[in-house]
């Protein structure tokens, strides 16, 4: 029956002059959907293809298990806003002052008149859309959260924008969409204001018997849903998002994307806001990871993703669609809230042996797992190339036909298709505002003041007051520091670095070059 009235359709639609629907979408099809699937936080010891055995990732995995796992693939910061700023320009935040962790007041860090991939997508007949996390910034300075708020994503190449402004701890805890509160109740218009709070509103400090979730370190602000977060927030009550319903909100929204815009080649940044704090799982994964709720999140991001892969089944886009899956900076347990990610890890590796996590400049702040699955296309292999983030941009505009490139982006295409192992032969690293050089197998982390280790979060940091120097091909885990054993080539990689970075040594960077 449903075979005859498709017959039907197709004749008719013939008879009218038109291309059928099929012959349509072929050609079309000539250019793949290009999917990122962007976790926060997630580390490189977290899932299952990257050899964790006590919390498990079926839906990541099968992914890897389709696709090219990288095992040497880098987000550029050791941090959100730089990695995702890196992400989607090509270029290396450390050229951006601002690309900082941001407040949910910060203004638009990426510039409307730069280029991003959503915008070169846009060029090759894509439509672009993001759902989840932004945390880039929004506006110019002193946004009215109740009026239009531009510039933001839909000003730097998306189409469609369904977005948390910063931080799941931080303010405004409302979902925007195109540039307008979702939700807003007009009559309980919402102010933000990250240096004061407004009088006769509780605090996560002033009021801990409000509390559902206690706070360690930071997040004593104003509270929501129970939450102490970052910020002051008055009014938008009707606007607030329901932490525990935010995976399923997200999801929702990008099937639904992928379902409107399947008729046109799409990219779709699908930003997940798990396993970055505040740790809320829905109720059905209360209790699934047996390691609290860092582990519950990365169960519910998981599933979130094999749902949002079966979605693409079912609208018979598996094969036509690129899925790129990583993660923003690497894995940290306590970040600021009682949750548990401490005392239940159990013998869970989040950062999988490597040194450092989340903030630092050794491996496990910036080296995150890297997957890119093209059924049917790219054959399942894994590859230890050096990759970065950054180098997205360039290999995806050679893949749509575009000859914009990225700054910093180079494009490794073939690298990506699982057809060459030769990545980049440098990349500079980089954990709040310091940097780092790694070329080859080699790291070289130049001098810097400051503690060397976070002690509230329990990491870390790189911090040196000499010169380190790894190789990762003997020593993955950074144990040993050859600076002065191997003197020529820190020679070399500090010349390297200086002639990379130019003038863009930070303030606090120590470095003595010959
Ligand atoms: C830090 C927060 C941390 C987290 C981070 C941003 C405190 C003490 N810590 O300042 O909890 O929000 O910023 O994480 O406030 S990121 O993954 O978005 O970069
Ligand atoms: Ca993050």
Redesign the pocket.
Known sequence: MVLMILSLAMMLSCQMGETTSTESTKSENDKPNIIIIYA??LGYGDVGAYGSTELKTPHMDALAKGGVRLTNGYASSA???P?RYALLTGSYPWRNKRAK?LPGTAPLLISTTQQTIPKMLKAQGYHTGIVG?W?LGLGSGNVNWNEHIAPGPNEVGFDHAYIMA??Q??VPTVYIENGYVSQLDKSDPIEIDYAKNFEGEPTGKDNPELLKLKWH???NSSIVNGIPR?GFMKGGESAKWVDENMADTFLVRAQHYVKAHKDQPFFLYYALQQP??PRTPHERFIGSSGMGPRGDVIVEADWCIGEFMKTLKEEGLLENTIVILSS??GP?LN??YYDDAVEKLGSHTPSGGLRGG?YSLFEAGTRVPFIVSWPGVIKPSISDALVSQIDIFSSLATLVGSELRGQDSQDLLDVFMGKSQTGRDDLVLEATTRTALRKGSWVMIPPYKGPAKND?VNIELGNDPDYQLYNLATDLAQQENLATSHADKLDEMKALYAEIKGSNIAENEQLELK
């Open positions: 926060d936080d941090t959100c806003s990695s962790i996390k945390h910063a931080t701890d931080r370190h930071g997040h970052i970055h704090v923003d900076n940290v970040d600021g989340k509230r």
